[in-house]
């Protein structure tokens, strides 16, 4: 009996998993068609979520980003002075922050600040019927509601994650020349010399993937927050819809952070 | 008469509950269909499968001859244009003021000017007598006046067929009668063929041509007020003495 019972729960959690899976997945391709097909957007609709989603975050990432670099600084100035390396600090942190650090924490800065509110706005829209009335007056929410946030999510990534290195680096110049007595010019020539387009490119696609996945994930969790499997209905539902979404993302940037770093080196 | 929508033997299961088994019905043109029945009898999901927002496990819904569960998004979305929805709710958006909701419609569907779509939306806005809202957000209205300006919404583009759920929800009686005289004004006005979930009865009645109780996941049957009132089924009169009986055993202990 206990057997059963517990192969009936896994076909179960199974069966809605894949559920979910297949749902997110057409979710994304009506996003993209529709981002894709005419009539294109009143640019006032794509300024004001780059707005909500981008220009609201620059502060947080400004924040993180400085005492990354600076962490990055403090630490990598005592591990290379233990090889009379400390020299290589600027390419050091400055490569940690291009490839890594950059990409992957502006990812969870946004997931936390902007993802939670794209997932909880989404999601109210659907428990109070407004999803509802607009697929009934014709017009597509996956256009009209969704597809602005994608395309200012991915348009702002790359853009916070440019300000998070260029930030990290001074928080790493600030420790490393201003505190540790390094010379200025050893630690911008050693940047100069080993960071390459490569390492730029790499911080690059990063970002713009992780921009997608972390839009994804939290507007398809706010736009199905009704098929939630422990009820997705009322403040509850959303604050867990929410949670989920923010934990999801995180989980997902980590991931796709390995899985693009092994197909890119 | 033609029916201009019509459901076949529809079947759904929400988890473990059957919601509808086997329900048969027919909107014809011009005329209000108005369906009664009992709190969580499954009347919204009848009106949430007609507007293409549920999928039914069995059955068929006609709309204009078209099965709208075999037709392409395209096709759903054309037919879903000659549709105007009042939601129990009234699922204004919370972050646009009631001329911004009542315009979204033109603004996304049409290509008028903003000249043009002023005229229409205030044109709409004295329909409902809330002309001096315009600026204001959902929030800072009554539940009558948010009731208004979902109305006007949905009749913003002129629908053929108007749904409209629990209309009178959370409304005091005075605001309940207006919304009724609302309601017979715009079809005067438009004449739409209008399809009404509600439980206020036998108020409802008034504005029925045909009344149809949903009991038990079937509708029981749909016939004028005058005949529903005296029907010999036996589950309609059992509704009909219980809700009037209500009101009459309200009305002595008032009195």
């Keep these: 009996m206990f057997l059963l019972n517990f192969a009936e729960k896994l076909g179960d959690n199974f069966l809605y998993y894949v559920n979910q899976a297949g749902r997110m997945g057409i979710f994304l391709l009506l996003v993209i068609y529709n981002i894709l097909k005419p009539p294109y957007y009143k640019i006032t609709n794509i300024t004001r979520q780059i707005y909500s989603i981008g220009s609201l975050s620059i502060f947080v990432i400004i924040f993180t980003g400085a005492f990354t670099g600076m962490v990055l600084g403090l630490q990598g100035y005592n591990t290379l002075s233990k090889f009379s390396s400390e020299g290589m600090l600027g390419s050091a942190v400055a490569l940690s922050l291009i490839r890594e650090l950059g990409p992957v924490l502006t990812a969870l800065m946004v997931t936390g600040r902007a993802g939670s509110a794209i997932c909880a706005e989404i999601g109210i829209m659907r428990n109070s019927e407004q999803i509802d009335a607009l697929e009934c007056m014709a017009i597509d929410p996956h256009k009209y509601v969704v597809a602005p946030k994608f395309i200012a999510t991915i348009l702002s990534m790359p853009l916070l994650t440019s300000i998070f290195n260029v930030v990290g680096i001074l928080g790493g110049y600030v420790v490393g020349v201003g505190m540790m007595g390094l010379n200025e010019g050893t630690y911008f020539y050693s940047m100069y010399k080993d960071v390459e387009f490569a390492d730029v490119h790499m911080g690059f696609i990063k970002s713009l993937c992780f921009g997608l996945l972390v839009v994804w994930i939290c507007s398809a969790k706010g736009y199905f927050v009704h098929m939630e499997r422990r009820g997705g209905f009322g403040a509850e539902g959303v604050s867990r819809a929410t949670t989920s979404a923010v934990v999801l993302s995180s989980v997902a940037v980590l991931v796709f952070d390995y899985i693009i770093t092994s197909l890119m080196l | ?255």
């Design chain 2, 1 to 255: 008469m033609e029916p201009i929508i019509q459901m076949i033997d529809v079947f759904k299961t929400f988890g473990k509950q059957q919601v509808l088994k086997g329900v048969n019905l027919s909107l014809y043109e011009g005329r209000t269909t108005v369906i009664v029945g009992e709190s969580g009898q499954g009347k919204s999901s009848i009106l949430k499968h007609i507007l293409g927002l549920v999928k039914p496990d069995k059955g068929k819904i006609l709309v204009y001859g078209k099965d709208i569960n075999k037709i392409s998004r395209k096709e759903l979305k054309d037919i879903r244009a000659n549709f105007g929805v009042l939601f129990q709710n009234s699922a204004l958006f919370d972050s646009m003021t009631v001329f911004d909701n009542v315009a979204l419609p033109l603004r996304e569907r049409t290509n008028k000017t903003e000249e043009e779509i002023k005229k229409i939306v205030n044109e709409k806005l004295e329909m409902m007598d809330i002309h001096d809202s315009n600026e204001k957000y959902p929030a800072q209205l009554s539940g009558g006046m948010r009731k208004r300006v979902g109305l006007a919404r949905a009749l913003v583009l002129n629908p053929k067929i108007v749904f409209f759920d629990e209309p009178t929800t959370g409304l005091d009686v005075a605001l309940s009668n207006e919304m009724y005289r609302v309601f017979f004004r715009t079809q005067t006005a438009l004449k739409y063929t209008a399809l009404i979930v509600s439980h206020d009865v036998p108020k409802i009645f008034k504005l029925a041509d045909y009344v149809a109780l949903m009991h038990n996941g079937i509708i029981q049957d749909s016939l004028p007020p005058e005949d529903f009132q005296t029907s010999e089924n036996p589950v309609i009169r059992e509704f009909v003495e219980k809700t009037m009986g209500r009101i009459y055993e309200s009305e002595k202990v008032e009195g």
